[in-house]
């Protein structure tokens, strides 16, 4: 908010067992990118805003992948888990620095938004001393209720200690908090481990922020944007989620999608005006789609430009580093790396186009091969404006075929090829008269001699 100093704390600390893999649990990706960077992205960002990430021990990894999606992210280590409030207190030397506000998240809820971020920090402006993060749950059980009275939070009670009408309350905390960061520091200090497991709760900051006779009110949100992910169930729920919102997204904008539900996008895919996609379409992270392009169906793209009015398969494949440029295709069961394919050229069929460079308007005939690697090392292929490559040619790298060309059917091209020349690597064609007719009869007599 215009006028305040924030600091977020995102709470990266979780091992996440329960999901059965030896990778953190903040790492695992939703919509292409990890569970964290979709937090870190949402948090408060700009002039006055800080950001502080609280990693477990052991976990360079999480550090490493909080600073590449916020580069200004402080890391500190939680060495021991001891409760959420422990873990707030590992950042004790950005929480000292008393800004307007502290906002409290964990880098295991993707579905969060920057306006559930403002919306938390505006009771603050206001004069409350806390704001609680709640969701009215389907199903509340487990999950510690939010007790409200004449609109302000009373307590935050868990299920065990919650009585027959508290455990009827379907308002939850989601855990989420912002603080009036002039006290924050004095709150979390008196936060005690007082509790049966002996670890330090934010839950206890609800009464402590009271007996400073502050305010403590509550923020309501959608369950979905404050699912925690633990297992790998609830990680596909989630991406589930997050993929119905991309897809509301790109059709408000004004993509056409022939059948929504199948298509997969990626958090940063962008698209232009009047795009086309067909069924069963995946893109990966790192595309944009231009104007009027038309993506058909069963083709999967990743870390890719298409042009516009470009087209796109179907069953293509769009390898990392492909540009395809505006009014150029790219057709069935075609598989592009690392190429610059030019404006209205033409890859139709059975092809695969690899540190290579086309020309505007050429034609690549079917079953081309640009063969790129040698075992050891990647050489380029460049094709010049307007050349024609004729089908089921392989053209070995590194080589040019110049403007105009033409290269003949079933060449093996290993030089390069001047402008306007017409080359052919292929052996010699020759003809045996009748032999086709002495080869069946002299099949047919030895299978005859053996009966």
Known sequence: MTGRTTLTIVLAAGEGTRMRSSMPKVLHPVAGQSLLAHVLGAAPKGGGTALAVVVGPDHQAVADEACRVRSEADIYVQAERLGTAHAVMAAHEAVARDYDDLVIAFGDTPLISAATFERMRAPLAAGAGLAVLGFHAADPTGYGRLVVD????????????????????????????AFDGRIALKVLE???????KGEYYLTDAVAIVRALGRDVVVIETGEDEVRGINTKAQLAQAEQVMQARLRQAALDAGVTMIAPETVFLSADTTFGKDVTIEPNVVFGLGVSVGDGAVIHAFSYIEKSTIGARALVGPFARMRPGTSLGDGAKIGNFVETKAAIIDAGAKVNHLTYIGDAHIGAKANIGAGT?????????????????????????????????????????????????????LAIGRGQQTARENWATRFRDAKAAAKAERK
């Open 369 to 421: 091969i640009t063969c790129n690697y040698d075992g050891f090392d990647k050489y380029k292929t460049i094709i010049g404006k307007g050349a024609f490559i004729g089908s089921n040619s392989s053209l070995v790298a590194p080589v040019r075929i110049g403007d105009g060309a033409y290269i003949g059917s079933g060449s093996v091209i290993t030089k390069d090829v001047a402008d306007n020349a």
């Open 150 to 177: 004449g609109g302000q939070l009373v307590a935050i009670r868990e299920q065990a200690d919650a009585s027959a009408d508290e455990r009827a309350i379907t308002l939850c905390n989601a855990g989420v908090m």
């Open 190 to 196: 008196q936060i005690g481990n007082t509790n049966s």
